[in-house]
């Protein structure tokens, strides 16, 4: 499994917002400045992160985007299956095809089990989870990129 530029930046930006939830919109110009990542591409970024309802934007001077729920109920396999789809790296049809019984056994017991347990550390870890290390990290001097 491949994880996508998109998929990073967009993390990264869904952090931005979680950091400043309860302080009102974020403007998504400082977010880019801040990441050094283009205005333009995470302006594309967040269109699928609206369409799923994560995020909301405010029009107007005082406008930006802001997230649409408790940062605790976001989970970063949520916003890694928006942004990128299913997680799936175990399928047919993608080198994982043999008539043979060990072929067989060794998709079944060690990718789809690999799988399995990378989808349930991303269900596990929520944007409060991020905000609370990156906030350790910060008042520790730690820098770290997603």
Not at 24 to 41: F, M, T
Not at 43 to 67: C, D, F, H, N
Request: aromatic letters at 8%; proline letters at 2%.
């Amino acid at each position: 499994m491949k994880i996508t530029t998109k998929t990073r930046y967009g993390l990264r930006l869904i952090l931005n917002l979680a950091l400043s939830y309860g302080r009102g919109p974020a403007l998504l110009s400082k977010i880019a400045k801040r990441e050094n990542i283009s205005q333009k591409y995470l302006g594309q970024i967040i269109i699928p992160l609206k369409v799923a309802g994560v995020i909301s934007s405010v029009r107007g001077a005082k406008g930006g985007y802001m997230l649409n729920n408790l940062p605790s109920k976001i989970t970063v396999k949520d916003i890694v299956e928006i942004l990128q789809g299913n997680l799936d790296f175990v399928k047919e049809g993608n080198g994982f095809t043999s008539g043979s019984k060990t072929f067989f056994c060794i998709r079944h017991l060690v990718w789809k089990k690999l799988q399995e347990n990378i989808s349930e550390t991303l269900r596990d870890i929520t944007l409060e989870d991020l905000v609370r290390e990156y906030s350790q990290n910060e008042k520790n001097g730690v820098m770290y990129n997603i």
